[in-house]
């Protein structure tokens, strides 16, 4: 399952392809849309974001377009007006002269202005987003404050998209070992230098994910590294004990015994 920072990825590969060109064509495979192509063709993408698991692809003249692709909708990358064989069904085609965006298989499609997409029930429920520049650590704070949240456990708490949205379960880990707290805890019993540093944890592991997971450390190894997930019995980065794993709300955890006692 990808996490906000693959799938931040994944739209910046999309924009990239498709650039800033005019629509050429345009292809909405869907009833409710059947009719809106038109409204695109000669306007240009400003932007391809995704909000939560959802993406945002905004055109010069004011409209966006929602896409979520749940379990199966997925975007392909292909040349100008070419619809490669596959036995996935079209939703969307979007062609400028770069290049041709697809969409197959998503059914919750739909273009909407400004207004609409505030009110949207699945973008109205997302907490900011942790790859938003705009979300500081302080917002953050603020958030654990409050009591829809402050007596989960961070275990829960941190995979929840109402809370923060754009962390998943590697990134759940990697934020709890870095701010040193055990999955048990609730916002409601750290103190503030705990809450402090939660709150810079749960921005800077996604943002530094998104600049660098993949690429070599360079000098000072300032890469995104897995310190805890996925290292199962392997001495603990800061202090040697094996790491442990668990199981919270069904999907594995990685711990230190020692450096987040
Ligand atoms: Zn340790």
Known sequence: MPEGPEIRRAA??????????????VEFHLPALARRAGDLVGRRILSIVPRGKALLTRFDHGLTLYTHNQLYGVWKVARPGERPETTRTLRVALDTDAAALLLYSASDVALLDDA???????????????????TTAVDVEARLATPAFHRRRLGALLLD????????????????????????????DLDDAERRRLAEACLALPRSSYRTRGRRGGRYGTAFRFRVFGREGEPCVACGMPIERREIGTRRLYACPRCQA
Do not use: M, W
Request: include cysteine; glycine fraction near 12%; charge should be negative.
């Open 116 to 134: 609409a997409l505030a009110r949207h029930p699945f973008l109205a429920k997302l907490g900011p987003d942790v790859l938003d520049d705009t």
């Open 12 to 25: 910046d590969q999309l924009a990239a392809a498709i650039g800033h060109g005019p629509l050429r064509h």
């Open 161 to 188: 998209q109402g809370f923060l949205a754009g962390l998943g379960n590697y990134l759940r880990s990697e934020i709890l070992f870095d701010a040193g707290l055990q999955p048990e805890r609730r916002p409601c």
